[in-house]
C-alpha cells in the first residue's frame, strides 16, 4: 500500500473520517488479540483502578496518568458484583490497555510503527506523524462499556489542532456488539471541551458536550482487518456491547511534531526520558530506553 488516493484523502477531509478495509491482515490482528492475551494473563490485577468510559475523571490517580508511559491494564465498570469479586474470568473483565503500547511493547510497537501506517498519515499531509498514545480495547461480551459521544482532541491537544486516530478493527465490528458511531462533517465545527491537568496533578474539564440528535450519527461496521482513520474533531461514540460477542480494537493516535505544539494541561505527559517518536519513513523503530509495564 502506498498511501491514499485523491478520493480518499478529498473524503477524509470532507467527512472527518475515512475507512480502509482489508489494512491489516488477519495474521496481523490474530497476533494483535494473542498479545493483548499475554499481557492480561501476565498482570497482577490485585490494585488495579476500574475505568469509566462515561466519566474519565474517575479514573484520574496516579495510576491512571503513569499509563502514559507504560502498558497498563483498566477493569470495566461492571466487572465486578456488589462484594467486589470479578463476576467473571479476568480475561473477560478487562476495559482496556493502555497507553504507550506503540513504544512499550514489541509486538504493537512494530505494528504501530509501519510503513504502510506512515505512509496514511502522510497521505493526509502530515510531515512529522508522532504517536503519541495507543489503546487496545476489549468491548467484552455483554459489559462492554458504552463511549459517550466525543472529540479525540478533548484528552490529546495540540496548538494548532493536529490529532488523528488510527482504528484497527480486530475483529468484526457490528451493531449488535458495539461498532463506532459517527457524526459526519463535525470535524468542522469546534473542539467544545478539554480535559486539563493540574498542577496538583487533577484533571478537570472546561467547556460543554453538545447537545446531539443520535439519529443523526452512522454506524461504522467494520470487518476484520479494516482501519478507520478520525479526525480528532469528529463526534463519535459507541453503544454498550450487550452481544455475546466481543469487539476487540486497536487505537492508536498520532499528532503533526513539525509545526505544532503538545499542550502541556494534556493529561498524557512523557517523562524527559521518554519522549515522543515520529514515525520511521522506512518504518524502523528507534532504540527507547526500557520502561515499565505495570502489573506485570
Known amino acids: 500500500m502506498a498511501g491514499l488516493t485523491e478520493e480518499q484523502v478529498e473524503f477524509y477531509h470532507s467527512e472527518g473520517y475515512l475507512v480502509i ?7 496481523e490482528c490474530a497476533g494483535l488479540r494473542k498479545r493483548a492475551e499475554e499481557i492480561i494473563q501476565e498482570f497482577d490485577p490485585t490494585t488495579l483502578p476500574i475505568f ?20 497498563s491494564c483498566f477493569f470495566e ?12 474470568a479476568k480475561s473477560k473483565s478487562i476495559n ?18 509501519s510503513k504502510k501506517l506512515a505512509e496514511v498519515a502522510k497521505s493526509l499531509g502530515y510531515i512529522a506523524p508522532t504517536p503519541v498514545q495507543s489503546m487496545y480495547i476489549f468491548k467484552q461480551p455483554m459489559i462492554g462499556g458504552e463511549v459517550v459521544p466525543h472529540q479525540d482532541s478533548t484528552f490529546l491537544y ?11 478493527a480486530l475483529e468484526d465490528a457490528t451493531m449488535e456488539n458495539g461498532c463506532l458511531w459517527i457524526l459526519p462533517k ?4 469546534e473542539i467544545t471541551r478539554r480535559m486539563r491537568l493540574a498542577g496538583d496533578q487533577k484533571i ?20 476484520e482487518g479494516s482501519l478507520v482513520m478520525l479526525h480528532g474533531a469528529v463526534w463519535h461514540m459507541s453503544h454498550e456491547n450487550k452481544s455475546p460477542k466481543s469487539r476487540h480494537a486497536y487505537s492508536l493516535h498520532f499528532i503533526e511534531a513539525s509545526g505544532a505544539e503538545w499542550d502541556a494541561q494534556n493529561w498524557l505527559q512523557r517523562t524527559e526520558d521518554n519522549p515522543f517518536v515520529p514515525f520511521e519513513a522506512a518504518g ?3 532504540t527507547r530506553p526500557p520502561m515499565r509495564k505495570v502489573g506485570i
Open 158 to 168: 495540540t496548538d494548532p489542532p493536529t490529532v488523528c486516530g488510527a482504528w484497527f
Open 21 to 27: 478495509e482489508d489494512f491489516a491482515s488477519q495474521e
Open 77 to 88: 465498570e461492571k466487572a465486578f458484583d456488589e462484594e467486589k469479586k470479578l463476576r467473571q
Open 52 to 71: 469509566s468510559t462515561k466519566d474519565q475523571g474517575a479514573t484520574t490517580d496516579n495510576y491512571f496518568l503513569d499509563s502514559a508511559n507504560n502498558v
Open 96 to 113: 482496556k490497555i493502555g497507553h504507550a503500547m506503540h513504544d512499550v511493547d514489541p509486538v504493537f510497537a512494530t505494528f504501530s510503527r
Open 186 to 189: 463535525s470535524h468542522k465545527g
Open 284 to 286: 524502523e523503530q528507534k
Open 204 to 223: 478537570s474539564f472546561e467547556g460543554h458536550v453538545p447537545e446531539f440528535e443520535l439519529s443523526t450519527f452512522v454506524p461504522l461496521e467494520m470487518k
